[in-house]
């Protein structure tokens, strides 16, 4: 029988030590995940399952309009890749089409209407995962989405307090005021959202695959609806969309093996930077004030590095060998002041800010009885994405295009820099922080990722910090635990409010820090973990998700 300790919600409920273990942000999703590990399925089906349903239930986080990586790691051989499902820049993309003469930013070029939306990848990423990894055919993993999409479910308190939020891009959107308002208004708690031109599309992926998207009918609807809306799809930039298999980043912590995320997401390089470098000081716990301001300098010159290097390795050359080595972590390390925060005009930056929408995208892990393991970060960007619904499939396109960089000094909506490597191009991925991560010890393995952003990296750098310096797991303590975070620009450390003492903060601050209180909590940590000695598996769900409003 399987079962869930902690937080996540179970099918079954049932009080036994648990083999296989599932967290995701939504019961739906993380009961149908499970029953398909009840099927028959492995972990590969569950996570097909997962992200389909995640998809019509969470449709302001990720879906079939947007994109992701899932990270996998096979039991019988440990083979482990990276399914690269990130969006594609269309081939008609310039950068002229996103900034004026003067190289002034077009108002929510990149974040509404047609032209902020990348080719989707998670119709094919889930096709793949099924023929490639899984057990089960698309009909059996996607039919608890398709049943979703089409009876309808009722909203929970964070899709209405989402759906509030974004109620403008929601009734100026495509389709969206039909689709997700209620007469115009966010819905409250309990309304019955059906979508049933989204459970025709899922209908065609379970039946021809991802044939079933990214040709006929729903891919001349995408296009159709994107030129309408002011972008410039083609037929061919759907047809030609391709998964691409990559090695994940793998390295070392303090005896753990870490494995992360590859380019195009930034996360598993610039996670390894910065957990290179905490291991020449002898951090213990990374939030006492000393630490802090280690863990901050490292997160300083990882992002530095995200700015300067950064972008889709198959469009430019980057020295990631050089990057997460440990010889380079030397050299950073040694730049550290232990006393003084290194100021930013070391920095040479100019940035113009940019305005902040959301900080959204959904994660889930996943690990079955025979030790099967999926981390999956899927997101549209921001809520609701470019808030573009083509009309007959009920998809709700992205806008990813703002992860790319517009041009030196100009921030992105999570305030992230970047330069030529992220530089717009056609069939290019922008640069993500999607940091799904496997870490692996003698007392077992935890997959573990986050929502947020920039700040799923300094999310998921914690979550390793805290695993590792536990002699015995409590993940709920570890997806529950207080955050800061910092991203070399802004020269500021957002901390969560109500979470570190005036101590802590006068601490800080006396070391050259500006701290930021942000209004919120943030993160919606989904974590799994599997014992190395027995077997036994548990799962946590981050608290924040629900019960505490948290992004
Ligand atoms: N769209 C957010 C990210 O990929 O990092």
Redesign the pocket.
């Known amino acids: 029988m399987l079962a869930l300790a902690s937080v996540a919600v179970s099918a079954t409920g049932a009080d036994v030590p648990a083999r296989a273990a599932i967290a995701s942000a939504h019961p739906l999703a993380t009961e149908a995940g499970y029953k398909m590990l009840q099927q028959g399925g492995n972990a590969f089906d569950a996570a097909v399952t997962v992200a389909a349903v995640l998809g019509v239930v969470e449709p302001y986080s990720a879906g079939l309009g947007g994109g992701g990586f899932w990270l996998l790691h096979r039991a019988a051989d440990k083979f482990e890749v990276m399914v690269d499902a990130r969006e594609t820049a269309p081939a008609a993309i310039t950068n002229s089409l996103y900034v004026d003469e003067n190289g002034v930013p077009v108002p929510g070029a990149t974040l509404k209407g047609g032209k902020a939306a990348g080719i989707p990848g998670v119709p094919a990423g889930l096709a793949h995962l099924a023929r490639r990894y899984g057990r089960l055919p698309l009909r059996v993993s996607l039919a608890p989405a398709i049943a979703l999409a089409r009876d309808g479910f009722n909203i929970d308190s964070r899709f209405a307090r989402i759906a509030k939020v974004r109620e403008s891009l929601l009734l100026e959107g495509v389709n969206t005021a039909r689709i997700f308002l209620d007469n115009n208004h966010a819905p409250q708690q309990g309304y019955l959202l059906r979508q049933p031109q989204l459970a025709a599309t899922l209908e065609a992926i379970a039946l021809q695959g991802s044939n079933g998207f990214y040709l006929g009918p729903v891919a001349q609807a995408l296009v159709g609806a994107v030129k309408a809306a002011g972008g410039m799809w083609q037929e061919s930039d759907l047809s030609d969309y391709k998964i691409v298999e990559r090695a994940p980043v793998r390295f070392s912590y303090r005896g753990a093996t870490i494995v992360s995320a590859s380019l195009p ?1 930034s996360g598993g390089v610039t996670l390894a930077q910065t957990l290179n470098i905490l291991e020449q000081f002898p951090l213990v716990d990374a939030r006492n004030p000393a630490s802090a301001h280690l863990v901050i300098e490292a997160l300083r010159r990882g992002f530095q590095d995200r700015m300067r290097y950064l972008g889709d390795s198959d469009f430019v050359k980057v020295p990631t060998a050089t990057l997460v080595g440990k010889s380079y972590a030397h050299s950073r390390a040694a730049s550290i002041d232990p006393n003084l925060a290194t100021p930013i005009d070391a920095l040479s930056i100019t940035p113009l800010a940019a305005k902040s929408e959301s900080y959204n ?1 959904t994660h889930y892990s996943v690990i079955d009885a025979d030790g099967n393991r999926v981390g999956a970060t899927l ?1 549209i ?1 921001s809520w609701f994405g470019s808030g573009v619904v083509a009309a007959d499939t009920g998809v709700l396109l992205n806008n ?1 295009i703002d ?1 790319f960089s517009l041009g030196a000094g100009l921030a992105n909506t ?1 305030h992230l820099l970047g330069g030529a490597a992220n530089a717009i191009a056609p069939r290019k991925r ?1 640069l ?3 940091s799904p991560t496997f870490v692996e010890d003698a007392k077992g393995v935890m997959v573990i990722g986050a929502p947020g ?2 700040r ?1 990296i300094s999310m998921v750098l914690f979550g390793v910090l805290d695993y590792v310096n536990q002699g015995k797991v409590d993940l709920l303590g570890i997806v529950t635990a207080p955050r800061y975070h910092h991203q070399c620009w802004p020269d500021v450390v957002e901390i969560e409010p109500d979470s570190f003492s005036a101590e802590w903060i006068a601490a800080l601050t006396a070391k050259g820090h500006q701290l930021k209180p942000v209004n919120r909590k943030w993160g919606n940590m989904q974590a799994v973990f599997k014992s190395g000695v027995d077997g036994a598996a548990q799962a946590a769900s981050d608290p924040r998700g629900f019960d505490m409003g948290g992004y």
């Open positions: 997401s995208t997101s960007n990813e992860d999570y922008p993500s922080s999607m952003g920039s799923i």
